[in-house]
């Protein structure tokens, strides 16, 4: 949606639906680093810059105070502009790593990407305080480390 300058205001805003599906990373693009090099379908997912909501706007308005006076107070202070842009959008994916190689696959260098193996559902209700929300955003007692091979 844009309204052009009129009455000293204009106004931009935009939204987008969108869903970002990879088999690697934006980090892993100059070396592949899947799970399995032998089956990159099981590296297929979210990409970890997809942000399904976004909703941008911005806007210029010019101060009407002083605009048509031509006195020195109002040169100096008469023709100012008021802007802004303003973004709002979901968070972004991320990847739970084990930080080893357990799989011998040699891909997964320098960084241990192998996965860990999930043990029920990791996810916390949404309803405890926000101090316990930053603490612990899921439950790590969910993951163990991959078997070894």
Do not use: C
Not at 45 to 52: A, E
Not at 101 to 129: F, I, T
């Amino acid at each position: 949606m844009n309204r052009r300058f009129n009455h000293g205001h204009t106004v931009l805003v935009s939204y987008a639906f969108a869903k970002a599906i990879d088999e690697s990373g934006t980090g892993d693009s100059a070396q592949w680093m899947g799970q399995n090099p032998k089956d990159r379908r099981g590296s297929r997912g979210l990409g970890d810059y997809d942000i399904r909501q976004r909703l941008v706007a911005s806007w210029l308005w010019e101060i009407p105070f002083l605009r048509a006076n031509q006195s020195a107070l109002g040169r100096i202070l008469g023709r100012w502009q008021l802007s802004g842009v303003l973004t709002l959008q979901d968070g972004m994916p991320f990847r739970v790593t084990t930080g080893r190689d357990n799989s011998l696959q040699g891909v997964n260098m320098p960084y241990g990407a192998d996965r860990p193996d999930v043990l029920g559902n990791p996810k916390l209700p949404a309803d405890r305080p926000k101090d316990q929300v930053l603490a612990r955003y899921f439950d790590t007692s969910k993951y163990v480390a991959n078997q070894l091979g």
